[in-house]
């Protein structure tokens, strides 16, 4: 989705950082042979990633939502030297494409990729974290905060994507609408709890920034 006009949007996009090749493929594969390539971070968000990355410079990073993995090769961008990213999908058809795009790419050895519940994987995981994209299933977005939140070290980062939702978090919701119901919870989370400082950016389908004081 876009909030502003479409050839600003293109403007913005042609006088960013340019997408690196690996990922035009990744793209490009993703589209001919996956369901809802939509789904994909695409040029401009994952280049708003990795500057984030880059500029946080994590030790880790827990990534919830692997999809394709171009959003956990953007993010791997900004891993200080020796960093690990922590990803967590559920769909077992997906591990082998992700896997062969992180073999493609220097992060191969970064990358640690975790298969199933990622509620239940997380309190497994025995690590603190730097940097945390939450892009996964809606309903469950309040409660990986409570599952990461004490995980996450002081000054660490969330970024939560599709915080806007197509707009229908200012429209009249449904009560049977759980994704729209759980993140305007989230979202008013986000703004309430003491432990964080919030930004919305209105950048595709939203992007919330999070840092823990």
């Not at 293109?10 to 090749?21: A, L």
């Not at 090769?73 to 058809?93: M, Q, R, S, V, Y």
Request: proline share 4%; aromatic share 8%.
């Amino acid at each position: 989705m876009h909030f502003i006009p479409q050839k600003l949007d293109d403007y913005i996009v042609n006088h960013s950082e340019n997408e690196p090749d690996l990922l035009q493929q990744l793209t490009r594969e993703t589209y001919q042979k996956i369901l809802q390539p939509r789904m994909l971070s695409g040029h401009y968000q994952g280049r708003v990633l990795s500057m984030l990355s880059k500029l946080i410079e994590p030790k880790t990073i827990l990534e919830i939502g692997t999809y394709t993995g171009y959003s956990a090769l953007c993010l791997a961008e900004g891993l200080a030297p020796n960093g690990k990213l922590h990803t967590i999908d559920c769909n077992e058809e997906l591990v082998d494409f992700q896997q062969k795009y992180f073999n493609k790419s220097k992060y191969a050895h970064n990358i640690k990729q975790h298969l199933g519940n990622a509620l239940d994987i997380i309190p497994t995981l025995d690590i603190t974290f730097d940097l945390v994209f939450i892009d996964a299933d809606k309903p469950n977005y309040v409660n990986y905060f409570h599952l990461i939140i004490d995980k996450l070290n002081q000054g660490g980062v969330i970024i939560s994507d599709n915080v806007l939702w197509s707009a229908k978090v200012i429209e009249q919701t449904d009560i049977t609408d759980i994704s729209t119901n759980t993140l305007l919870k989230y979202n008013t989370l986000l703004k309430e709890d003491t432990r964080i400082e919030t930004v919305i950016l209105p950048i595709r389908d939203g992007l919330t920034i999070s840092k823990k004081l």
